[in-house]
């Protein structure tokens, strides 16, 4: 059953709350706070990334750089550097914007989509999983894999993701979903996805899990764009590698192995970062105005702060 997290407070009133479910772990990877449905699979979304990523790295995708990584694990805003990276690894291998089989999309950032808007049509390369979708059709051309249907769960290529995502995670095979950018998606619990980036958090140097986590760490502006939650989060947080998923997903961890990971109920995003940040808390994060900010943003009415979204007092202390 999912929980009370987060609350709106309009003018000293609880306008509404958003349920959910959340996990946090301590170094040891043991539950320190498990709320609401911590055991039953999800799908992950764009929190999944990571591990599609580690797999690429095992079947041989070398990126030139650490921000080329970080595309690859990308839900990126679209602006002009996220689509200079991902034109970048696709003419390396000799693809075409064509090739992608991701769906076409604008910009999320403004700006950027306001002068995609002004020149035209919506885009493959714009779309924000477009850097992994170019890092997978790089991974196909290394192993001589067909570059058309890779979307297909009987590729070889989306084997070798499901057989990843089973090695990290020990959750037993289930009937796959279909992500937003038309890949195979796989179900995972959240203690399992907290614990799956645990494993990144503390992986040897150079192993791909570490190296992804190294890269998302280096890039948390390539991950996202501008104002994006994880940016931000990161920004603040020394050390910390997390990535956020699409209907309110977000998992990460510290260079510990503390980790955590939570479902809002109603996908919204209003929630996300007043949960991200008590659960830092929670965690023993060094505080600083920059997360106190964060941790409280404002509703506003007629220009003015009228009220504040926030996490419900005291929901994860023990």
């Known amino acids: ?138 991974t196909c051309a290394v192993n001589g894999w067909p570059t058309t249907g890779y979307l297909d769960q009987a590729h070889p290529l989306q084997q070798a993701v499901i057989a990843t995502v089973t090695d990290l995670t020990g959750e037993p095979e289930a009937d796959l979903g279909i992500d937003g950018c038309g890949l195979p998606i796989i179900p995972v619990s959240l203690i399992n996805l907290a614990r799956v980036f645990a494993t990144m958090a503390t992986a040897a140097p150079e192993t791909p899990p570490r190296r992804v986590a190294d890269a998302l760490r280096a890039h948390p502006r390539v991950i996202s764009g501008t104002n994006g939650p994880d940016l931000l989060t990161m920004a603040a947080t020394p050390g910390l590698v997390c990535k956020i998923g699409a209907d309110g997903v977000h998992a990460g961890a510290l260079p510990d192995g503390s980790a955590f990971a939570y479902k809002i109920a109603d996908g919204h995003d209003r929630a996300r970062m007043p949960l991200t940040l008590a659960i830092l808390q929670r965690m023993g994060v060094e505080w600083t105005d920059t997360h106190t900010e964060l941790a409280a943003p404002a509703v506003l009415g007629g220009g003015a702060r009228v009220g504040v979204v926030r996490a419900i007092p005291g929901i994860l202390q023990p």
């Not at 990571?50 to 690429?56: D, E, K, N, R």
């Open 1 to 138: 059953m999912n929980v009370e997290l987060v609350e709106v407070v309009r003018s000293g009133f609880r306008e509404c709350v958003h349920r959910g479910s959340v996990v946090i772990l301590d170094a040891a990877g043991e539950p320190e706070v498990e709320l609401g449905e911590v055991h039953s699979p999800i799908f992950p979304r764009s929190t999944n990334k990571p591990m599609q990523a580690i797999t690429l790295l095992r079947n041989g995708f070398e990126p030139v750089d650490q921000a080329e990584l970080a595309i690859a694990t990308a839900s990126h805003y679209g602006e002009p550097d996220h689509v200079a990276l991902v034109r970048r690894l696709l003419d390396r291998f000799g693809f075409d914007e064509s090739a992608l089989a991701c769906p076409p999309d604008w910009p999320q950032e403004e700006r950027a989509r306001a002068a995609a808007v002004t020149d035209g049509a919506p885009r493959r390369i714009y779309m924000n999983c477009s850097g992994k979708h170019a890092a997978m059709l790089a």
